[in-house]
């Protein structure tokens, strides 16, 4: 119980003031560049930089047709694993009383099995996505520790929570802990590693599809 009493409050409340640290000094650090002034004449007919950026964003959502054959399966299985992390951690019974805690805000939460069937495929999901990482050519030559460090990061609440939730390997009370520490620790890493992409991706496909719009570039 000691154990899951530094989890449930020492540890995870350092985590969440480190995670909203670290995010509103990445937006800060980012945001405050220097910028130079945009000289150039917009091309006649370009939408503003809000619908430009907007548009780019939606537009990364799915591969080009060019690339399409190849890159399918990438793509779909992202989304698998994405939209599985989004559900269960919105989703899950605990995880909303926790939420309402923090934040006051609560919705309607799902069924626990449908959460945990999630957690299982979202769990695959990313094992795959590790092999595929682990045997492309490509994608080997161009990950760092990083990447494996990133997702070694993510994979561990999925399997702890599974883990926890089967009451499989030990105490509950041991299982939850542990879980809730590597929730922790993914908050701690998160602005910090590659996982920042979860909020930096829309700044830097947006502004790319405003700067793209304004020289008249068509995607």
Do not use: C
């Not at 399409?68 to 909303?96: D, K, R």
């Not at 590693?193 to 930096?200: D, E």
Request: aromatic fraction near 12%; charged fraction near 10%; proline fraction near 6%.
């Amino acid at each position: 119980m000691e154990l899951l009493d530094f989890a449930r409050g020492p540890a995870i409340t350092v985590a969440l003031a480190i995670f909203v640290f670290g995010t509103v000094w990445r937006l800060v650090a980012l945001l405050g560049l220097p910028r130079t002034h945009d000289l150039s004449v917009p091309r006649p007919g370009t939408p503003g930089p809000l619908a430009a950026g907007a548009k780019e964003i939606f537009r990364r959502m799915w591969p080009r047709h060019e690339f399409s054959q190849s890159s399918m399966f990438a793509f779909v299985n992202g989304y698998v694993f994405h939209v599985g992390l989004a559900i269960i951690v919105f989703a899950f019974a605990p995880h909303v009383l926790f939420i309402k805690g923090l934040t006051g805000l609560h919705w309607p939460a799902l069924p626990n099995n449908v959460v945990y069937a999630i957690g299982a495929v979202t769990m695959v999901s990313l094992l795959v996505a590790l092999v595929r990482r682990m045997t492309s050519p490509v994608l080997r030559l161009i990950s760092t520790m990083n990447d494996y460090f990133s997702w070694l990061i993510t994979f561990a609440p999925v399997v702890t929570g599974l883990a926890a939730a089967s009451h499989l390997g030990a105490r509950y009370e041991t299982l939850l802990a542990i879980h809730i520490l590597s929730v922790a620790a993914l908050f701690i890493w998160l602005p910090f590693g590659k996982l920042a992409h979860f909020f930096l991706v829309f700044i830097s496909r947006g502004t790319t599809g405003a700067f793209m719009a304004r020289r008249g570039i068509q995607l």
